[in-house]
């Protein structure tokens, strides 16, 4: 009769183990751009930004990235009137797109693109451009939301300082809308902050 003591059973379990890499990370996503950053981080999937309707007053309020390959399930293509996903639009025009971004952003579509880093902890920071010492930066850029003045609730996301376009889907659609957030005196402090002042953003892992 042959038996296996707890021990040798210990040890092997231990032997797998450390045969097998521990897969770890974290992820995030990239606003307004296709790709991913070359810095240990590897591009999960590419799409679309997406969302409610900047006038509907039962939308949704988080952004999505929409994959560019999507899969059905059962469907019935009549609209039935309940929940809408829409395309993103950059509503970022005139001296911001130039000044920010030196190039025509306006009522162009927006790219977006899903992240997977090695380092497990993920932190976007509003109102900063560079990480705290001791993280890395993912991608810096300028803080975005929808319209005050629109019906549908927005999130704020970190826009990309270089982002870039959905090739040949420039029109005034509407649908998702991205502005560059302004930084607003009184209950927040100014100084430091600064009355109408664009807000920058960067993402960092740890």
């Given at each position: 009769?042959?038996f296996?003591?707890?021990?040798?059973?210990?040890?092997?379990?231990?032997?797998?183990l450390?045969a097998?890499?521990?897969?770890?990370g974290?992820?995030?996503?990239?606003?307004?751009?296709a790709?991913?950053?070359?810095?240990?981080t590897?591009?999960?999937?590419?799409g679309?930004?997406?969302?409610?309707?900047?006038?509907?007053?039962?939308?949704?309020a988080?952004?999505?990235?929409?994959?560019?390959?999507?899969?059905?399930g059962?469907?019935?293509?009549?609209?039935?009137?309940h929940?809408?996903?829409?395309?993103?639009?950059?509503?970022?025009?005139?001296?911001?797109s130039?000044?920010?971004f030196?190039?025509n952003?306006?009522?162009?579509?927006?790219?977006?693109?899903?992240?997977?880093?090695?380092?497990?902890?993920?932190?976007?920071?509003?109102g900063?451009?560079?990480?705290y010492?001791?993280?890395?930066?993912?991608?810096?850029?300028y803080?975005?939301?929808?319209?005050h003045?629109h019906n549908?609730?927005?999130?704020?996301?970190?826009?990309?300082a270089?982002p870039e376009?959905?090739?040949?889907?420039?029109?005034?659609?509407?649908?998702?809308?991205?502005?560059?957030?302004?930084?607003?005196?009184?209950?927040?402090?100014?100084?430091?902050?600064?009355?109408?002042?664009?807000?920058?953003?960067?993402v960092?892992?740890?």
């Amino acid at each position: 009769m042959f038996f296996i003591s707890c021990t040798d059973i210990v040890r092997q379990l231990k032997t797998r183990l450390e045969a097998t890499p521990l897969i770890t990370g974290s992820t995030y996503i990239r606003w307004g751009r296709a790709s991913c950053p070359q810095n240990g981080t590897e591009t999960v999937f590419s799409g679309y930004a997406a969302g409610s309707h900047y006038t509907h007053t039962g939308a949704a309020a988080n952004t999505l990235c929409l994959p560019s390959d999507p899969l059905w399930g059962e469907y019935n293509d009549a609209t039935n009137g309940h929940a809408y996903i829409y395309g993103a639009e950059y509503e970022i025009s005139g001296s911001y797109s130039d000044q920010f971004f030196k190039k025509n952003m306006y009522e162009n579509d927006v790219p977006c693109a899903v992240c997977r880093s090695v380092r497990t902890s993920i932190l976007m920071i509003p109102g900063r451009n560079a990480c705290y010492d001791g993280w890395t930066v993912e991608y810096a850029g300028y803080l975005s939301a929808g319209h005050h003045g629109h019906n549908s609730a927005t999130e704020y996301v970190c826009l990309d300082a270089d982002p870039e376009v959905v090739a040949g889907r420039q029109a005034d659609n509407n649908g998702r809308l991205f502005y560059i957030v302004e930084s607003m005196c009184g209950a927040l402090s100014c100084p430091p902050y600064i009355e109408g002042r664009a807000l920058t953003c960067v993402v960092c892992t740890f």
